[in-house]
């Protein structure tokens, strides 16, 4: 199984970025998918989490970031917007085996690589 991040880059503050996470080797579609991120001396964080139609969100950033998935891609997106410095940080998609779509890293089987999001002030 592999997840393969990408989107990440350099952006404004109040710019937009949509970050999207390929998985292979097996389907996701009935499981758990989610997004963490990790800044610069500090630990990883939950950003949001997606199973079937329902969502879950970090309240840092309800409101101006969504998670959706494309199914028949075996892809999930984060579509970021109104972004701040302080989001900036390395992001990284996750995926289980499982129903679980929490905030919990320990939830999630499999993680991708990373992707850099620089948000400039």
């Known amino acids: 199984v592999q997840l393969q991040a990408s989107g990440g880059g350099l952006v404004q503050a109040g710019g937009s970025l949509r970050l999207s996470c390929a998985a292979s080797?097996?389907?996701?579609?009935?499981?758990?998918m989610g997004w963490f991120r990790q800044a610069p001396g500090k630990e990883r964080e939950f950003v949001a989490a997606?199973?079937?139609?329902?969502?879950a969100y970090a309240d840092s950033v309800k409101g101006r970031f969504t998670i959706s998935r494309a199914s028949a891609k075996n892809t999930v997106y984060l579509q970021m917007n109104s972004l701040k410095p302080e989001d900036t940080a390395v992001y990284y998609c996750?995926?289980?085996?499982?129903?679980?779509?929490?905030?919990?890293?320990?939830?999630?089987?499999?993680w991708g690589q990373g992707t850099l999001v620089t948000v400039s002030s």
């Open positions: 997606i199973r079937w139609s329902a969502t």
């Open positions: 996750a995926a289980n085996n499982n129903n679980y779509y929490g905030s919990s890293s320990d939830g999630y089987d499999y």
């Open positions: 080797g097996r389907t996701f579609s009935r499981y758990g």
